[in-house]
C-alpha cells in the first residue's frame, strides 16, 4: 500500500483556508505546541480520523510548502545547552527562507513567565545564513539573547516540505512536516524519510489532534528540530532529555556528506499534498 499517497488523498478532500483567514484564525504567536514523531504508514488512517470543520492551507492550488530554516548558536552552544537543562531563559533564533519565492524572515523564540513559546519576526534581506548588524541589534532587545547577539553564527539547517492544517473555530493548528533534512555547515547530513513531524499549536488545551493521535498511541515528544538535529549531528553535545529520542532518531535516519544543505539525494520524496512550493508569505506559522 502507498501510505504516502492515502495521506495525500486524505489532505486533498479537506477544504481549503486562505493565508489571510489563517492568521486571522490561528496565529497563535503565543502558544502551546506539542510535537509528535509518526511513521509515514500510519499517517492516512490518522487523517482519517479528522472531525467536520478541518481546513488545509492552501495558496494558488499549493497545500504543501518548502521550508528552508538556518539555526544561530555561538561556539559554545550556548542556545542548546540552555534547551537541554530546560532553563527558563532558553532561546531560539532563525532565519526562515520559503524556498519558492525567496522571501525570508528572521525570527527569535523565547518563553513567556507562564511557559508559553512566544515568536518574533521581522523581514531578513540577504543570504539567510548570515546576520545583519541591525539584525543583532534587534536581537539585542530581547534579555535571554543580549548576551549572545554578537556571537551568534549559522550552526544547522533544517529543510522539509510542510502542510497546514487549521482546526473549527480557530482552535488550533497543526503542521505536517514531511521529508525533514538536518545539515551542518560543512554539509555533513542527518535525513529522515519514513516519518512525520506533526505539531498541534493552540492557547493551552490539548487540541482534537492530540486526542486522536493520543487514541492511536502517539504521545508528544521533547523534540525541537534546531535541538535534536545538534544532538544527532554533534554527538559530543549533551543529549539530556533528548538522549531517548536521538537513538530513535539515528534509527530512523539515513546520512551523509553533501556539498551544501539542499536536499540530499536520500531524501528526495513526494511531497504529503499537493506538488509545488508556496510563496515566501504563505503561513505566517510555524
Known sequence: MDHAFAAQERLGALPPISRAELQAEAAFLTRR??????????????????GPGVRVLEIDGRRSFGYLTPYFDDDAYAAYRRAARRRPDRFKVRTRLYTNSGDCQIEVKTRDARGRTVKHRLPHDGTPERLADAERAW?????????????????????????????PGGSGRVTIDRGLVFALPSGEFRALPGHLVIETKGAGRPTAVDRLLWRHGFRPVAMSKFACGLSLLVPALPANRWHRLRHQLAAATCGGHHESVAVPPCHRAPPLGSAGVASGAETGAG
Do not use: E
Open 139 to 167: 536581537l539585542g532587545r530581547f534579555p535571554q539573547v543580549a548576551p549572545y547577539a554578537d556571537r551568534l553564527r549559522h550552526c544547522l539547517t533544517t529543510r522539509y516540505r510542510r502542510t497546514t492544517l487549521v482546526l
Open 33 to 50: 505546541d506539542r510535537k509528535y514523531l509518526v511513521p509515514i504508514a500510519a499517517a492516512g488512517a490518522l487523517l482519517a480520523g479528522l
